[in-house]
């Protein structure tokens, strides 16, 4: 069996390494078109201006990639950089090429939708805003919102100076405290103005204290006390 096995092994090594090369051909020989959202990141932009419009999450790329890395392609692996460096104060656009994205290798990209960004800079400012718990909803019955508390109580935001000079709070994303009978403490995020973001902080923690109603508390009078109320 073994003489079997190694007879002409040359012809052998020789037939598979034809049917390697042909399989790795039609592996890489075969394409797919595609189109994708893939997310935005803008880099370079000078500390003292800021984006207020025109500004995108993510832009539809259209790719053609060899099938074996199509199932690799997604927001993970995808990425549109586009470069603000030397870019000054007022309206501007901004031309989307190929080489901005961010690719896996065996993948190029045909068409990026839209091609062109109108962007409006103006001058940045960072200032601080007083946070403002939002809570929705009652506890449950004969229980009573005692208190709410947000840690840290201020933060710290950077954005156009005209809507950081005008912006003296923050509200929270709403707790909610429905029929709720114990102290709810959630971290959640902050409702930012347009073209705002913070500098230091993501979340904040808020703290709704609750408890029984005082009311329910109250001590139960005794019978013969209050035959004694009505004898009177």
Known sequence: MLRVLTAHWELKIVAVVVAFTLWFFVATSEHAQLGLAAPVEY????????VVTGQRESVDVQVRAVRSVVARLG????????DLTGLREGDTVVQLTPSDVQLPAGATVTRITPARLQLTVAPAATGAAHV?????????????????????????IKGPRSTIDARGEISTLPVDVSSSRRTVTQ??????PASTYLTRERTVQVTVEIAEDGMSQQQPVPRDARKKAVGR
Not at 43 to 50: H, K
Not at 132 to 152: D, H, K, L, N
């Open 132 to 156: 403002v718990p939002q809570v929705r909803g009652m506890p449950a019955s004969v229980f009573t919102i005692r208190r709410v508390q947000v840690e840290p109580s201020a933060v710290s």
């Open 43 to 50: 880099v370079g932009l000078a500390p003292e201006l800021v």
């Open 187 to 192: 971290s959640v995020g902050l409702m930012l």
């Open 75 to 82: 927001p993970e692996t995808m990425r549109v950089q586009v």
